[in-house]
């Protein structure tokens, strides 16, 4: 509900609005509704808004995404306990340091941003060290943006076999994030071409992409009509 240019929906209103959008979207484009995980994108929350997680997490959000794992590691033991004893899944939306990828296997049930041989390899290790088996996406740099991460799409297939024969990863599937534009329309041919790369990786490699994580506040609604089966929504629910 907005009033007077303020936004007064509660944190309730604003999951169950987006669900609404989802469940549209989904039906416009054939698809089942129950196949998109909407993330709710928490950076930008304090780690003592337990009670807008929390609420969040009533109104049947159950994923929730950061982007930097130091805030992360934070907000486990504030923001996050809660909903995390109840069952929540934490993602790692943001670009990764190697450096940092222990703490991100202990934290994260799925690492969206996977776009080096190298973070492989450390991913691998650290997995390999906590008796993990850790789900990822490889995250590709599909608008060619050059301040973005993310591989190249030429770059994506020998990164997906290289992760492919790591026992302790488990390739999920295709990330991407599509330029900030004013039309979301804009956006079309780069989830497009997120998911067309997908199937052409399948093909070539036999490696089962089930996931494609694209979307965000701005443009989650294309997403889905091009194939989005994870969408990492921040500001429509927290903002
Ligand atoms: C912040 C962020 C989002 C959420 O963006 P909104 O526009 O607030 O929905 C999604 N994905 C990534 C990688 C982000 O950093």
Redesign the pocket.
Known sequence: MVIGGTDTATVAEKVARVQELVRAAAERAGRDPASIRI?G?T??LPPDANATVEAAWAAGLRDF?E?RVQDAAKKVSTLFTAVLEEGATLHL??HLQTNKARDAVRLFSLI??VDRPGLVDALQRRAEREGKRQDILLQVNVAREEQKHGCAPEEAEALLRHAAAQPNLHVRGLMT?APLVDDPEETRPVFAALRSLRDQLQEATGIALPELSMG???D?EVAIEEGATII?????I??
């Open positions: 993330v994108v950076k930008t995404g982007n939306i943001g969206h941003s994030i965000m506040t701005n989650y990492r929504v921040g500001r429509a927290f903002g």
